[in-house]
C-alpha cells in the first residue's frame, strides 16, 4: 500500500563513536536529518536542535561531555534527585539506544526546554524535493533534535532525537504513519470504489492501514471514524454478544485482532467508531498491514443514480508524543449507485391518425430477473399517481419487508397518466409481462426485455434510453363482433324474408297442382 506522510516520528539515537582528538575550539560539526527509504519529503519542516552537553575534545575511545549550563538543575530521571544526585551523563551511559529509558529521557529534556524557554543551537527548515537537511554548523556536543510541520491540516511533531556531533552526525526520521484507504470489498477486484446494487443487497467495506512507527508513545489513539449516508444501513446480526454482533472484523498480519470496541451509533454523528485500544496497539509491531471489514445494506431510502450512496471514513490518530494532540486523515469515499426503470403505458393513438396518444391506467404487469414469470421481483407501493402527469412509483422490497410480507406488491398497475417508475433496481437485464391489459384491449404478448447499463459515476441508461425517459408500451383495441340492430341485422332479416317468401310460393304451387288432377 502506498504510504503517504502524515506525521514524523523521530527514532532515538545516541551516536557516540571514537574519533581522533581535536581541540574544540577550532571545530564544528553539524546533524543531518534523513528520510527513511525516501518515501516521502521534509518539505515545510522546521528542526531545532538543542545543546544538552558540550564536548571538550575529541579523545580515542572518549568523549568528554560537560553538562551545558542551561541544564545543571535539570533531575528528571532516575537518580537526578538522589542525595548526592547521579550526574546525568553517567545515567545515559546506562542506557541503549532506541530504548524506552531513551525515550522517556528525551521527553523530560523537551518539557524542561520548554519550561525554562531554554533556545536552539541551530535550525533548519525543509524545501521542496528534500529528502536530507542540514542543521550547521553547530558546536560539537550531544544535542535533542526536534521538529514539527503542517500535513494536510495537521500539526505534527517529530520525536525528540539525541545525538552526538563528533563532528557529524545523522539521523533518520520514521514516517510509516497512518493513512487509510476504503474499497468495497470484492474477490476480482482489490481497488473497488464504487458499484451498483439495489435496494436489500448487501455490500462489504474493506479498510486498510498499517501500523505506524510509535517512538517516543507510551500508548497511541488509532479510531476509525465512518459516516454512511442515508442509503445505507450499518450492519449488526442478531446473535452473538454486543461486541459479536457487529459486522466489524480485524485482522493485523494476517491474524485476527480484537482489541478494539465498536461504537453505533456514534456520538460524533458517524454511523459508527471503531476504537483500538491505545495501549495494546502501541505494541503491535510497525508496518503490519491492518484490514478492517463490515457490511452494509442499500436501503429504501438510497438515491437513485448520481451522485450515488456514499461511504466516507477516515483516521484520527496521535500526532506528539508528548501531549495528546490527535491528526485525523482525509477522508476515504466509496459510492453506491442504484437505478430506474420509467414505463408509459398507451394506445396506439389512432395509428397516426389525428387522434392524440391515449394514456392507459389499470394495466398490470410484474417485473422479472429472467424470462419467466416465477421470477417476479417482489415490489413496494411508494406513491399512487393521482394527475394526469404523475407516475406510480414503486420500489424493490427490502428483505425484512419480504419477510413480513404485508405490503408486497408483485404485480404494478398503473395509473390515470399510465406511467411508473420502479426505483431501486442493479444494472443488467430484467423482463416485463403484462399481466392484465386495461378494459377493451389487448394484452401484450410475450416479455419485453429491459436493460440498465451504467456508464460510470452514477450515470446509466435503460434500453439506450437516458434517465427521466420512459419505455414505452403500447396496447392496441381488440376488434368488436356486430352489434344487435346494425347491419347484420338488417342482412339477416331481408334474407330471412325472402327466405319465407319463396317457401309459401312454393306451398301456392303445390296445392294448385293437386286441386287440377282432382
Known amino acids: 500500500m502506498k504510504k503517504k506522510f502524515f506525521a514524523l516520528i523521530l527514532a532515538f539515537t545516541m551516536m557516540m563513536t571514537m574519533v581522533v582528538a581535536v581541540p574544540v575550539s577550532a571545530a564544528t560539526g553539524s546533524i543531518t536529518i534523513n528520510v527513511a527509504n525516501n518515501i516521502h519529503t521534509l518539505e515545510g519542516f522546521r528542526f531545532d536542535a538543542y545543546k544538552i552537553f558540550d564536548l571538550d575534545s575529541f579523545l580515542p575511545g572518549s568523549f568528554p561531555y560537560v553538562i551545558n549550563p542551561a541544564f545543571a538543575d535539570f ?7 538522589d542525595t548526592p544526585p547521579v550526574p546525568l551523563d553517567v545515567y545515559i551511559r546506562t542506557l541503549n539506544s532506541h530504548s524506552d529509558e531513551m525515550n522517556e529521557l528525551a521527553a523530560n529534556l523537551w518539557e524542561y526546554i520548554l519550561a525554562e524557554g531554554i533556545g536552539s543551537k541551530g535550525d533548519v527548515t525543509g524545501l521542496a524535493g528534500d529528502l536530507s537537511v542540514e542543521i550547521s554548523p553547530l ?17 505534527i511533531v517529530a520525536a525528540c532525537g539525541l545525538t552526538t556531533t563528533d563532528p557529524d552526525a545523522d539521523i533518520f526520521i520514521k514516517a510509516d504513519v497512518p493513512e487509510l484507504d476504503k474499497y468495497i470489498d470484492d474477490p476480482l477486484d482489490d481497488d473497488l470504489k464504487e458499484t451498483d446494487l439495489k435496494i436489500g443487497d448487501i455490500v462489504k467495506f474493506r479498510l486498510e492501514s498499517a501500523v505506524p512507527v510509535m517512538t517516543g508513545y507510551e500508548s497511541y489513539t488509532f479510531t476509525v471514524h465512518d459516516k454512511m449516508s442515508v442509503g445505507l444501513t450499518y450492519i449488526i446480526y442478531d446473535e452473538g ?10 485482522t493485523v498480519n494476517g491474524v485476527v485482532y480484537d482489541k478494539y470496541e465498536v461504537y453505533s451509533p456514534a456520538g460524533d454523528g458517524c454511523t459508527l467508531d471503531i476504537v483500538f485500544d491505545p495501549v495494546e496497539f502501541v505494541k503491535l509491531t510497525p508496518g503490519e498491514k491492518i484490514v478492517i471489514t463490515y457490511e452494509a445494506m442499500l436501503n429504501e431510502n438510497a438515491v437513485i443514480g448520481a451522485p450515488g450512496n456514499k461511504n466516507t471514513a477516515n483516521l484520527e490518530f496521535s500526532r506528539d508524543p508528548y501531549t495528546d494532540g490527535k491528526g485525523k486523515t482525509p477522508d476515504t469515499e466509496t459510492k453506491i449507485y442504484t437505478f430506474r426503470i420509467s414505463i408509459l403505458k398507451h394506445d396506439d393513438g389512432g395509428k397516426g391518425g389525428p387522434r392524440p396518444l391515449k394514456y ?6 410484474i417485473l422479472c430477473t429472467d424470462d419467466d414469470e ?7 407501493l411508494v406513491s399512487t399517481g393521482t394527475g394526469p402527469w404523475l407516475p406510480s412509483i414503486y420500489r424493490v422490497a427490502t428483505p425484512d419487508e419480504i419477510l413480513d410480507g404485508t405490503d408486497i406488491k408483485y404485480e404494478f398497475v398503473t395509473p390515470e397518466s399510465g406511467l411508473v417508475w420502479i426505483n431501486g433496481l442493479d444494472a443488467g437485464d430484467y423482463y416485463l409481462f403484462e399481466t392484465e391489459a386495461p378494459p377493451g384491449y389487448n394484452k401484450m404478448e410475450g416479455s419485453l426485455k429491459i436493460t440498465i447499463v451504467h456508464l460510470g459515476d452514477g450515470d446509466y441508461e435503460v434500453n439506450g434510453l437516458r434517465p427521466g425517459t420512459p419505455i414505452q408500451i403500447e396496447n392496441t383495441a381488440g ?9 347484420g341485422t338488417v342482412i339477416f332479416t331481408v334474407t330471412g324474408a325472402l327466405l319465407m317468401a319463396g317457401a309459401a310460393l312454393m306451398l301456392f304451387i303445390r296445392r294448385r297442382r293437386s286441386s287440377a288432377k282432382v
Open 75 to 81: 533531575d528528571n530521571y532516575p537518580g537526578g534527585t
Open 139 to 155: 558546536e560539537l556536543g550531544y544535542y535533542l533534535v526536534y521538529g514539527t510541520g503542517v500535513v494536510d491540516g495537521n500539526v
Open 241 to 250: 454478544t454486543p461486541s459479536e454482533a457487529h459486522s466489524v472484523k480485524v
Open 360 to 365: 392507459l391506467g389499470d394495466a398490470k404487469f
Open 374 to 380: 416465477a421470477t417476479a421481483i417482489p415490489l413496494i
Open 479 to 487: 376488434l368488436r363482433f356486430p352489434d344487435t340492430g346494425g347491419i
